[in-house]
């Protein structure tokens, strides 16, 4: 995502500028499949998630 004048910025510190201050998150290297591009990945991110 580009944000002023070309800088790119990452989605989630757009979210934390306009509506959700307190966002977390990370990303899960794969295409648009996620789960089943990289299940491995999506299974830690999801169960890390759960234990917070």
Known sequence: M??????EQHPLDVWRQSFAPS???LG???G???A?????ATL???QEFLRS
């Open 2 to 7: 580009s944000g002023p004048l070309g800088h």
């Open 23 to 25: 966002i977390t998150g």
């Open 28 to 30: 899960v290297s794969s």
């Open 32 to 34: 648009h499949f996620v």
């Open 36 to 40: 089943e591009e990289n299940p491995g």
């Open 44 to 46: 830690e991110a999801l």
